[in-house]
Structures are given as C-alpha cells and as structure tokens.
C-alpha cells in the first residue's frame, strides 16, 4: 500500500515522502496513529501545496534577510560603556550589550545567540561582529565602542 507520511518514521520514512508499506503495516500502526495517510491524489496535491508555501516562505524570509543585513552593515553600531583613562573598559561587550544597541538605534530584534563576538571588546575602538540572520544570510556589523561620558577616546 502507498502511503504519504505526515511525520518523520525512524528507520522507514520521513515526513512527505510516499512510500510502499505492507498493507497490515500501514492500516494497522501507520494509520491509526496519524504517522501516514493514504497516498491518494487528493493528498498528494494537499502536500505540494504545503510544499510550494514553504519554498515561497523561505525565499520570502531569505529576502528580508537580505535587507537586513545591507541595514545591519550601512552604518556603525554606537555603544557607550564606562571606560577608564586609558580606554579600558570596566567590564566588556557582551552579546546582549550588542542586540541591545542594534535594537535602540536601528529598531531591529535579533536574538542574541546568534551574534558572535569573535574577540573580547574590552577597549575603546572599533570592533567586527557577525550576526546569523538566516541559515544562509549572515551580516558583518561594526561597533563602535567609546567612553560613557567622553572620558577616553
């Protein structure tokens, strides 16, 4: 019996596949539990719909990542921290401290585990950070670290 499965069978299918099973197999434990349905046309059809408005919603997601990151990477990230005499920070940049800062000046919500801090940001200056927007849309953002208050440049 041709069967469509709805969910992920370890060793035996994954979801939206359309596969050959014994008949008993598939009325008996596929079926009744919601894993498969019969591959008629009718859900056949059903599945490359779903598919189709999955590829659209993924190009779509793709796109605003795009613009994103040209938003991201048009213009430095402003971050004031306290900071001694010689530009020390007391403290560093954290992954929050980044989001934050995106978020107040550009409006823009990313989740803080996706931003990357490749070095500490422990002094005063210009640093490099990148940011997963999407699995294959990642942005460059440049912070530009300086003393609250003016007190070191």
Request: zero cysteines.
């Amino acid at each position: 019996m041709k069967v469509l499965f709805k969910k992920d069978v370890p060793d035996v299918a994954r979801a939206g596949q359309v596969k050959d099973v014994a008949d008993g197999y598939a009325r008996n434990f596929l079926i009744p539990r919601g894993l498969a349905v019969a591959a008629t046309a009718n859900a056949l059809k059903q599945v490359a719909e779903v598919e189709a408005a999955a590829a659209r919603h993924a190009v779509e997601e793709e796109k605003h990542a795009q613009s994103l990151k040209a938003r991201l990477e048009a213009q430095p990230i402003v971050l004031e921290a306290k900071a001694g005499s010689q530009g020390r920070l007391y403290g560093s940049i954290t992954n929050a401290d980044v989001v934050g800062a995106v978020q107040r000046q550009l409006g823009v919500g990313l989740d803080r585990r996706d931003v990357e801090i490749a070095d500490p940001v422990r002094h005063v200056g210009t640093y490099q950070v990148s940011a997963r927007l999407h699995r294959s849309v990642a942005a460059t953002i440049t912070l530009d670290v300086r003393a609250a208050g003016g007190e070191a440049s």
